[in-house]
């Protein structure tokens, strides 16, 4: 039970907190409506930090003990995640495209995924809370929660990989808009993407940071990658 209530949790805190977030801070007397964006922006990132220390303190001993054990090989162990970050990302690559066919036969629109490629950003501010934010803070704490949190309460390896994937598109297909049909189709990417990243856990005994450094490097080089090879 502690395990699930643990895992809703952080659940809520990841897909929730945000929206609710500048109303909490109305009732405590910031009015964020005078604030610039970079403000916004700012107080969004410290939500963020907030987020992950909040996740970390409650799975603080899986993550330091899977560091651990990562870091013993650190040099072979980021060659294998190089390996998976290849194969996530063409794999992903492939389901979107044929997510596209399928929206297009059924005559919906397609979501894609959507990535700055922050290299060709300039070197301000913003790009730096949207990097550290968007391709180190969040991937992190979605690998914590959609592959180890999942996997952790349910033992099966199977069952522990599908379900990943399913309750990462859930929440995922919330923040999406549009027709039932072009959620479902849109999510299909996220669902190859999350029950890879479950795989790359399960096969490497349950060590998260083999699932974490693969999504961090997909967020930040997929994109790349697969312009410079299509």
């Not at 809703?8 to 990841?14: E, K, Q, S, T």
């Not at 297009?104 to 300039?122: C, G």
């Not at 592959?147 to 069952?159: A, E, Q, T, Y």
């Given at each position: 039970?502690?395990?699930?209530?643990?895992?809703?949790?952080?659940?809520?805190?990841?897909?929730?907190?945000?929206?609710?977030?500048?109303?909490?801070?109305?009732?405590?007397?910031i009015?964020?409506?005078?604030?610039?964006?970079?403000?916004?922006?700012?107080?969004?990132?410290?939500?963020?930090?907030?987020?992950?220390?909040?996740?970390?303190?409650?799975?603080k001993?899986?993550?330091?003990?899977?560091?651990?054990?990562?870091?013993?090989?650190?040099?072979?162990?980021?060659?294998?995640?190089?390996?998976?970050?290849?194969?996530?990302?063409?794999?992903?690559k492939?389901?979107?495209?044929?997510?596209?066919?399928?929206?297009?036969?059924?005559?919906?629109?397609?979501?894609?995924?959507?990535?700055?490629?922050?290299?060709?950003?300039?070197?301000?501010?913003n790009?730096?809370?949207?990097?550290?934010k968007?391709?180190?803070?969040?991937?992190?704490?979605?690998?914590?929660?959609?592959?180890?949190?999942i996997?952790?309460?349910?033992?099966?390896?199977?069952?522990?990989?599908?379900?990943?994937?399913?309750?990462?598109?859930?929440?995922?297909?919330?923040?999406?808009?549009?027709?039932?049909?072009?959620?479902?189709?849109?999510?299909?990417?996220?669902?190859?993407?999350?029950?890879?990243?479950s795989?790359?856990?399960?096969?490497?005994?349950?060590?998260?940071?083999?699932?974490?450094?693969?999504?961090?490097?997909?967020t930040?080089?997929?994109?790349?990658?697969?312009?410079?090879?299509?």
């Amino acid at each position: 039970m502690y395990k699930f209530i643990k895992l809703l949790l952080c659940i809520v805190l990841i897909n929730f907190a945000e929206i609710y977030y500048f109303d909490i801070l109305s009732l405590i007397g910031i009015n964020v409506n005078a604030y610039s964006l970079l403000i916004k922006e700012i107080l969004i990132f410290i939500l963020f930090l907030i987020i992950l220390f909040s996740v970390y303190y409650l799975y603080k001993d899986d993550i330091t003990r899977d560091f651990r054990r990562f870091k013993r090989n650190i040099f072979p162990n980021l060659l294998m995640v190089i390996v998976f970050f290849i194969v996530v990302t063409f794999s992903v690559k492939v389901s979107e495209y044929l997510s596209t066919l399928i929206a297009d036969y059924f005559k919906v629109k397609y979501i894609p995924l959507t990535f700055i490629n922050v290299f060709n950003e300039p070197l301000n501010i913003n790009s730096f809370i949207y990097t550290i934010k968007n391709i180190l803070i969040i991937p992190f704490i979605s690998s914590i929660i959609y592959v180890h949190g999942i996997n952790d309460l349910i033992r099966d390896k199977n069952k522990g990989i599908l379900f990943s994937g399913l309750v990462a598109v859930i929440f995922i297909g919330l923040g999406l808009k549009g027709s039932f049909l072009t959620i479902l189709f849109s999510v299909i990417p996220y669902f190859i993407l999350y029950i890879s990243l479950s795989w790359i856990y399960r096969k490497n005994n349950n060590n998260v940071w083999y699932a974490s450094v693969t999504l961090i490097f997909y967020t930040l080089l997929g994109s790349i990658l697969i312009e410079k090879i299509l």
